[in-house]
T-cell receptor, first 116, second 110 residues
């Protein structure tokens, strides 16, 4: 299947700082990527859909000024958590649509964010 | 509101048994159906997808789809302790977005 990577795999930061998470499709071009957040023992929550070359589409209740998404190339989307607070601590996972089956999503390994 | 419903579990089966995981969806227009496995602390991993009514087998896994009844299931034969994980059902209605269920926790006892 298609391979998606994320960097970093984990990050610890101080409250008030910003953190950037990268999502890359390694062996295919992804015009669409998705960003999810998952709290412990809870289900995936879709945050936004990232489209190459255009603005991301955010889900209801997700602050677009706090969670900045940039999809500048066909293989890279970034999520920046601005002015992070402890309540932003979570597992952030990206996914990309398969190039051969556009409704199949492949997930990156996730980034665990801890805000102190 | 398009929904995908799963029993949260945990579903506990003995090693070697068949584990049966079920999922129902609300949108009759749904076209693609997926099962993902998620180990604790890890991201989801695609196991199978199914588009047509009936059964689809891949190794120890069989996905079953019944569009008339709006349910999709996953059978795991010869369950192993390593199959212990949360299984996510996902449904795509043909649009841009895939709807994920909350997942069923499976525990395979050695």
């Amino acid at each position: 299947g298609a391979v998606v990577s994320q960097h970093p795999s984990w990050v610890i930061c101080k409250s008030g700082t910003s953190v950037k998470i990268e999502c890359r499709s390694l062996d295919f071009q992804a015009t669409t990527m998705f960003w999810y957040r998952q709290f412990p023992k809870q289900s995936l929550m879709l945050m936004a859909t990232s489209n190459e070359g255009s603005k991301a589409t955010y889900e209801q209740g997700v602050e677009k000024d706090k969670f900045l998404i940039n999809h500048a190339s066909l293989t890279l989307s970034t999520l920046t958590v601005t002015s992070a607070h402890p309540e932003d601590s979570s597992f952030y996972i990206c996914s990309a649509r398969s190039p051969t089956s556009t409704d199949t999503q492949y997930f990156g390994p996730g980034t665990r964010l801890t805000v102190l | 509101q398009k929904e995908v419903e799963q029993n949260s579990g945990p579903l506990s089966v003995p090693e070697g048994a068949i584990a049966s995981l079920n999922c129902t969806y609300s949108d009759r227009g749904s076209q693609s159906f997926f099962w993902y496995r998620q180990y604790s602390g890890k991201s989801p991993e695609l196991i199978m997808f199914i588009y047509s009514n009936g059964d689809k087998e891949d190794g120890r896994f069989t996905a079953q789809l019944n569009k008339a009844s709006q349910y999709v299931s996953l059978l795991i034969r010869d369950s192993q302790p390593s199959d212990s994980a949360t299984y996510l059902c996902a449904v795509n209605t043909g649009g841009f977005k895939t709807i994920f269920g909350a997942g069923t926790r499976l525990f395979v006892k050695a």
